[in-house]
Nanobody, 116 residues
Framework: QVQLVESGGGLVQAGESLRLSCAASVRDFSESTMAWFRQPPDQGREFVAWINRDGRLTDYADSVKGRFAISRDNAKNTVSLQMNSLKSEDTAVYYC?????????WGQGTQVTVSS
């Protein structure tokens, strides 16, 4: 059974930084591609960032390029999202996602609120 647990959310002011972490209980974590999604208030879930299995390739939504950085530690079964220069429009519930062997798994989400 795959379990993803996000942490690190909170309330910050615009321009500040936050670091989200996701701890994965999954066999062969290094075989999973990992991603972060978010769901702003009253909106659908949207892609934020993605990282491949060995951490060498990443991809970002245009809205966060240059401000956010995704990374992973396969020895610790964790994936992180460093968020800098936060804006009010980054306010959302952030979800960790794992994709392995044709299956997608989700965490319960962590709230990020950016006040302007």
């Amino acid at each position: 059974q795959v379990q993803l647990v996000e942490s690190g959310g909170g309330l910050v002011q615009a321009g500040e930084s936050l670091r989200l972490s996701c701890a994965a209980s999954v066999r062969d974590f290094s075989e999973s591609t990992m991603a972060w999604f978010r769901q702003p208030p009253d909106q659908g879930r949207e892609f934020v960032a993605w990282i491949n299995r060995d951490g060498r390739l990443t991809d970002y939504a245009d809205s966060v390029k240059g401000r956010f950085a995704i990374s992973r530690d396969n020895a610790k079964n964790t994936v992180s999202l460093q968020m800098n220069s936060l804006k009010s429009e980054d306010t959302a519930v952030y979800y960790c996602n794992a994709y392995k062997s044709g299956n997608a798994y989700w965490g319960q989400g962590t709230q990020v609120t950016v006040s302007s």
